[in-house]
């Protein structure tokens, strides 16, 4: 059975740092293209990184994130990480990876950062950046 579980989320101050894990069983990570996304209270669940399939060499990041936020990947743990360093408070909400069968998403920028490109998805993770 194909199942991804996050881990790693808990309470931060703003400006520090949490490393989220992706976690795979009943599958290999690598063939499959892995993106995070987080939904808060009240908002739509939005992308905001990915890593290509078969060793991980293309990343993508949204606005929001970009140059705090690092992915990737340790095939010999069949696990993807999300660093996430200077933590905003708006950077509260739910984590989730997923895994995507189409490897072609992560040749244009932004696509792999769509939900509907991902057909499996983990439990989610609770980030929450708060003083």
């Known amino acids: 059975q194909l199942q991804l579980v996050e881990s790693g989320g808990g309470l931060v101050q703003p400006g520090g740092s949490l490393r989220l894990s992706c976690a795979a069983s009943g599958f290999t990570l690598d063939y499959y293209v892995i993106g995070w996304f987080r939904q808060a209270p009240g908002k739509e669940r939005e992308g905001i990184s990915c890593?290509?399939?078969?060793?991980?060499?293309?990343?993508d990041y949204a606005d929001s994130v970009k140059g705090r936020f690092t992915i990737s990947r340790d095939n010999a743990k069949n696990t993807v990480y999300l660093q996430m360093n200077s933590l905003k408070p708006e950077d509260t909400a739910v984590y989730y990876c997923a895994a995507s069968q189409i490897r072609s998403i992560t040749a244009l920028r932004g696509l792999c950062l769509m939900r509907s490109k991902y057909g499996y998805w983990g439990q989610g993770t609770q980030v929450t950046v708060s003083s």
């Open positions: 890593i290509s399939s078969s060793g991980g060499t293309t990343t």
